[in-house]
């Protein structure tokens, strides 16, 4: 397949086409393989650096997240020391915060959207672009355009924008826009989309099982429509397809309807290359994730997600392993010369039309100082509290609560719900104080007095085993009166944490009738926030008065405080079905 580089996404002149044809006509076979890779670097020093440069001639990187100053001289390192300028990528979903941690956080796409507002979806990339430019990214695995079609599905539950195919489309074009201004190449993910199955790729497998005429009306719009923008670039997800398999070969095998996008000639070539006319650059999502690992030996799939239709290998494994296989998948045949040669193309394609090639190597990056001067600027900082104020969505208030006041509801009782506590944000720790400690204060500044319930499982878990069993029996035989919650509390308000990755289900408590359940709704006043993930009336039905706020930043939740003292109204409009689809947590 010939790849047209005069044509969009690419648009280059002869001058940049004859750059990309000579550059790949120079190299040898060791860095046409190398630059099939994206690596993940595991340290910013020097020689870890340039090690990788010298030794694989990859292709970019992803970096893990630091200040602006340490990526500003690690990209610096990585541009001067390349012999073909790198795409650095950036995952910049909710502002520049992922491209440093110091970047400028607006928020994520499901509390963009629910400002109702496109001029939000615009100033995130905007913003991205600015904060990651500045410090040497060239390119961002964002806009994540899947649509939430499934509120079990945990990995793009407050990630993407919406369960409708329109604002979907809409907001990503403005993203897109803003990032674009920058000379970032966005790369729209997770193609073929994500939100139809409840399980996570990065543990199982987890198809899209739409029809043909479904995905057509639903992803297909939202991937045309950008492909159609110019948009440079798309994630290939480790997601299956099987009725558009079927639709290309009626004969297909159950293994080859369920194999991944990334790994799936049909999906990557046929449908995405053939019929859609996608002329841009494809990168794999991680190759560590089981969806795409257990679909086949990796000596195989590293070559395989190259033949289907992949441009780009996202992470090394173990490099010395990969190299070796990805090499020999050349030389046995699974990678072509022609598909090689289409994949380099669009590579340096990309490279060319980001302008990385008429640019010195000292010169990719902006003067230091210049680009520390754009991190983190106050006027971006208050975008993020305009989308707060905008964004919080009063879901459900059958019981007519608001506006809370120090006459009506001194007493105030703050309940923690938990989700599983585990994974990434059981490794890294929390960030500062619980959003409970924090409304806490505020709720006290108004004058309230306030209580954070203590959960006595929290206590119990510290017991030996044999005493434990014995506490939460005891739990079980002395039920306490509901007069101690309606003697001493006015109000309780339930504040749950959970984040939406893996299982962003609530985990209830083995003791039952304590407060961490709100099975009180009918004895005292309540109000149920979530913090994370907007489905958690599926586990709360019964609760008269729930708020989504999207994330649990201070400035949300010192908004939520101004809106349940009626100082704001509730503006927020739902993105995604809060209410799951479910007959009870309407009422």
């Not at 030389?331 to 640019?359: C, S």
């Not at 009918?522 to 489905?535: A, D, G, K, L, R």
Request: glycine fraction near 8%.
């Amino acid at each position: 397949m010939m790849v047209n580089l005069k044509a969009k996404p690419y648009n280059l002149d002869d001058e940049a086409i004859k750059w990309v044809q000579e550059t790949i006509a120079n190299m040898s076979i060791e860095e046409k393989i190398g630059q099939l890779f994206i690596n993940m670097g595991a340290s910013r020093d020097k020689e870890y650096l340039t090690g990788v440069l010298d030794n694989y001639h990859i292709a970019g990187v992803r970096y893990n997240p630091g200040t602006a100053e340490e990526v500003y001289e690690q990209n610096k390192i990585l541009q001067e020391n390349s012999k073909i300028p790198l795409l650095i990528a950036a995952n910049t979903e909710a502002g520049g915060n992922g491209a440093c941690t110091d970047g400028t956080y607006i928020g994520n796409e499901v509390k963009i959207a629910a400002t109702n507002d496109k001029r939000y979806a615009y100033e995130m990339g905007r913003v991205s672009g600015v904060e990651a430019a500045a410090i040497g990214c060239n390119w961002s695995f964002a806009p994540i355009v899947d649509i939430n079609r499934n509120w079990r599905n945990p990995i793009i539950s407050t990630r993407t924008w919406s369960e409708d195919v329109d604002q979907t489309l809409e907001l990503s074009l403005e993203y897109m826009r803003g990032i674009m201004e920058s000379g970032i190449a966005p790369a729209a993910k997770h193609f073929p989309g994500d939100g139809i199955d409840e399980r996570d790729q990065h543990l199982s497998f987890a198809p899209n099982w739409l029809s043909v005429e479904e995905w057509d009306a639903t992803f297909g719009k939202v991937y045309s429509g950008l492909f159609e923008a110019g948009l440079p670039s798309i994630m290939a997800g480790h997601i299956s397809l099987p009725n558009y398999v079927l639709h290309f070969n009626p004969e297909a095998t159950v293994q080859e309807q369920i194999l991944p996008a990334t790994l799936n000639k049909y999906i990557l070539t046929d449908l995405l290359r053939g019929q859609m006319g996608f002329n841009g650059l494809v990168v794999t999502d991680a190759s560590h994730m089981v969806a795409m690992t257990s679909a086949m030996k990796r000596s195989e799939m590293l070559p395989t997600a190259i033949a289907a239709g992949s441009d780009l290998f996202l992470f090394f494994n173990d490099p010395d392993e990969d190299f070796k296989w990805m090499m020999e998948g050349y030389e046995n045949g699974i990678i072509t010369d022609e598909r090689l040669e289409e994949a380099l193309t669009r590579i340096l394609g990309t490279k060319a039309a980001l302008g990385l090639h008429k640019k010195a190597k000292t010169e990719i990056l902006m003067p230091k100082e210049e680009a520390m001067a754009k991190i983190g600027l106050e006027e971006n900082k208050a975008i993020a509290l305009e989308v707060a104020d905008k964004a919080i969505t009063l879901v459900k208030n059958t019981e007519d609560i608001f506006p809370i006041s120090v006459e009506k509801h001194k007493r105030v009782l703050l309940v923690d719900v938990k989700g599983v506590e585990g994974g990434f944000g059981a490794l890294i720790g929390a960030q500062g104080p619980k959003p409970t400690e924090v409304l806490k204060a505020q709720l006290e500044e108004e004058g309230f007095e306030v209580t954070i319930w203590e959960s006595p499982i929290d206590k119990i878990m510290k017991l030996p085993a044999e005493e434990r069993r014995q506490a939460i029996g005891n739990i079980y035989a002395a039920k306490r009166p509901i007069s101690e919650l309606t003697d001493n509390y006015d109000l309780i308000i339930n504040v749950a944490v959970v984040n939406p990755n893996t299982d962003q289900r609530i985990q209830w408590p083995p003791a039952k009738g304590t407060p961490d359940i709100p099975f009180y709704v009918n004895e005292v006043p309540t109000i149920f926030v979530s913090v994370q993930c907007p489905f958690h009336l599926a586990d709360v039905p019964q609760v008269k008065t729930y708020i989504n706020t999207y994330d649990n930043k201070d400035f949300t939740l010192k908004a939520l405080v101004d809106k349940m003292l009626g100082r704001s109204e509730f503006k927020g409009v739902s993105p995604v079905d809060a209410y799951c689809g479910l007959l009870d947590t309407r009422y």
